[in-house]
T-cell receptor, first 114, second 114 residues
């Protein structure tokens, strides 16, 4: 099946620093999604990307859908303590059997040092 | 925005008993619902996909007789863990998808089998 390689696995940063994480795949995806999960909670959608090359912002978050449709990155600017959590990328194939299923990356655990 | 309600949030049951988890889309019709399992410090693993009114499609390695899924209406899907054992202890998360609505996740259910 499809696999998403998400990196880094974890990161410790100072409050105020910018953060970047990315996902790559050997498969082409039609949709890329970025989620944040807090402990004991379900994932919450941060940004959805639907077109190759698309660059979308949501407050301090910016994400891009790679031109090859095999990768995406998420940037967080001026991090704050509440950014702590696990960030997941997810891709959707968008066509054929099982196309509505999401494939998840393994997550990036973000720790922010005040 | 789309809201998915998942209950219970936590449940402790005795080994050998069955547990039912409910997933409701509160303000949209969910044509497809997904059930995931998440082990500590790991990503979400898709267990099954269910479409309203039809049988669920289970991922390879997931026992359909143990994890019973019912998607009887466009707003409700249930997962029943039958004859639960300690190894079934995990975090279970549902997700709902509808026309004009992307993937919205429930808040998860922490199952502990003792």
């Amino acid at each position: 099946g499809q696999q998403l390689n998400q990196s880094p696995q974890s990161m410790f940063i100072q409050e105020g620093e910018d953060v970047s994480m990315n996902c790559t795949s050997s498969s082409i995806f039609n949709t890329w999604l970025w989620y944040k999960q807090d402990p004991g909670e379900g994932p919450v959608l941060l940004i959805a990307l639907y077109k190759a090359g698309e660059l979308t912002s949501n407050g301090r978050l910016t994400a891009q859908f790679g031109i090859t449709r095999k990768d995406s990155f998420l940037n967080i600017s001026a991090s704050i303590p509440s950014d702590v959590g696990i960030y997941f990328c997810a891709g959707q194939l968008g066509s054929g059997a099982g196309s509505y299923q999401l494939t998840f990356g393994k997550g990036t655990k973000l720790s922010v040092i005040p | 925005g789309a809201v998915v309600s998942q209950h219970p949030s936590r449940v402790i049951c005795k080994s050998g008993t069955s547990v039912k988890i409910e997933c409701r889309s509160l303000d949209f019709q969910a044509t497809t619902m997904f059930w995931y399992r998440q082990f500590p410090k790991q990503s979400l693993m898709l267990m099954a996909t269910s479409n309203e009114g039809s049988k669920a499609t289970y991922e390879q390695g997931v026992e359909k007789d143990k994890f019973l899924i019912n998607h009887a209406s466009l707003t409700l899907s249930t997962l029943t863990v039958t004859s639960a054992h300690p190894e079934d202890s995990s975090f279970y998360i549902c997700s709902a998808r509808g026309a004009n609505y992307g993937y919205t996740f429930g808040s998860g259910t922490r199952l502990t089998v003792v």
